[in-house]
């Protein structure tokens, strides 16, 4: 399929989804967050696909929701008023459930500025890592606006309440060393070869056992609501699951034989 305002492409068991607006530092437009739910979904689905790696082309991951466009282009209700929340209802929220949703572990790889809601769709990621030039903007209150695209969740469950109102309320620059001594990210890479640090960590997880990668996600974000009795029944009843698989075999008879495992997703 062809797109607009992206750059689709496979590597191996990769599908890699790059926003690709660079002279607009990748602004979501309307068309942008169609295409990314369209991107995503079809990568969710392909069963040649086992991970999933979102960045952005150029010097910026995302600098948010395109605003900058026609006032008059802006969505409104039935009455004429102005309504910022249907591009909310019908894209954003939208693309983020299926993020968490998919049993495929997805990686932002945030290569430059992430900014609103492309910060909210970077930490909606499972793995999230930064070049170490990038940084992160809650740049919502800069135009009387308040988080969006899950912030309110990411934020307050990755670094707590106080920094989470902090980020949000001063809407001040957050680096990525900052980030990820807060939690907020996995790790940091250095620029020069910051593309391929992150294709070989997302290459690993496309390789390793599918069924335990997707329990994990979905216990893990069990637990963020879940009480501990929830989570020993889950755990249980995914731990069976996973070991009923080939790849637990392959895991164990590696492990013996002080050899790579060879896991083949089954």
Same mark, same amino acid.
């Given at each position: 399929?062809?797109?607009?305002?992206?750059?689709?492409?496979?590597?191996?068991r990769?599908?890699?989804?790059?926003?690709?607006?660079?002279?607009?530092?990748?602004?979501?437009?309307?068309?942008?967050?169609?295409?990314?739910?369209?991107?995503?979904?079809?990568?969710?689905?392909?069963?040649?696909?086992?991970?999933i790696?979102l960045t952005?082309? &150029?010097? =910026?991951?995302? #600098? !948010? /929701?395109? $605003?900058?466009?026609?006032?008059?282009?802006?969505?409104?209700?039935? @009455?004429?008023?102005?309504?910022l929340?249907?591009?909310?209802?019908?894209?954003?929220?939208?693309?983020?459930?299926?993020?968490r949703?998919?049993?495929?572990?997805?990686?932002?790889?945030?290569? &430059?500025? =992430?900014?609103? #809601? !492309? /910060?909210? $769709?970077?930490?909606?990621a499972?793995?999230?890592?930064?070049?170490? @030039?990038?940084?992160?903007?809650?740049a919502?209150?800069?135009i009387?606006?308040?988080?969006?695209a899950?912030?309110?969740?990411?934020?307050?469950?990755?670094?707590?309440?106080?920094?989470?109102m &902090?980020? =949000?309320?001063?809407g001040?620059k957050?680096?990525?060393?900052q980030?990820?001594?807060?939690?907020l990210i996995?790790?940091?890479?250095?620029?020069?070869?910051?593309?391929?640090?992150?294709?070989?960590?997302?290459?690993?997880?496309?390789l390793g056992?599918?069924?335990?990668?997707?329990h994990?996600?979905?216990?893990?974000? =069990?637990?963020?609501?879940?009480?501990?009795d929830?989570?020993?029944?889950?755990?249980r009843?995914?731990?069976?699951?996973?070991?009923?698989?080939?790849?637990?075999?392959?895991?164990?008879?590696?492990?013996?034989?002080?050899?790579?495992p060879?896991?083949?997703?089954?």
């Open positions: 399929m062809d797109y607009e305002t992206l750059l689709v492409r496979r590597e191996g990769v599908a890699i989804i790059a926003m690709n607006r660079p002279k607009m530092l990748n602004a979501m437009s309307v068309t942008m967050t169609r295409e990314l739910n369209q991107a995503f979904d079809a990568a969710a689905g392909d069963d040649e696909v086992t991970a790696l952005g082309e &150029g010097r =910026a991951f995302s #600098a !948010g /929701a395109d $605003v900058g466009g026609n006032p008059a282009e802006l969505p409104k209700d039935e @009455s004429g008023r102005l309504d929340g249907a591009p909310l209802e019908e894209s954003y929220n939208p693309l983020i459930r299926s993020m949703a998919t049993p495929k572990p997805v990686v932002a790889a945030v290569n &430059g500025l =992430a900014a609103g #809601a !492309g /910060a909210g $769709v970077a930490l909606a499972d793995l999230t890592v930064a070049a170490r @030039s990038a940084y992160f903007l809650q919502f209150v800069n009387g606006l308040m988080p969006d899950g912030c309110t969740y990411t934020l307050s469950q990755a670094v707590g309440p106080q920094r989470a &902090g980020m =949000a309320m001063l001040e957050i680096s990525a060393e980030a990820q001594a807060w939690g996995w790790d940091v890479m250095d620029d020069e070869n910051f593309m391929e640090s992150a294709m070989a960590l997302v290459t690993r997880l496309s056992p599918l069924k335990a990668l997707a994990i996600k979905r216990a893990i974000h =069990a637990g963020e609501t879940g009480t501990m929830q989570q020993l029944e889950m755990e009843d995914l731990q069976r699951e996973c070991g009923q698989t080939q790849d637990f075999m392959e895991g164990a008879m590696a492990f013996v034989q002080k050899r790579a060879k896991f083949t997703g089954r």
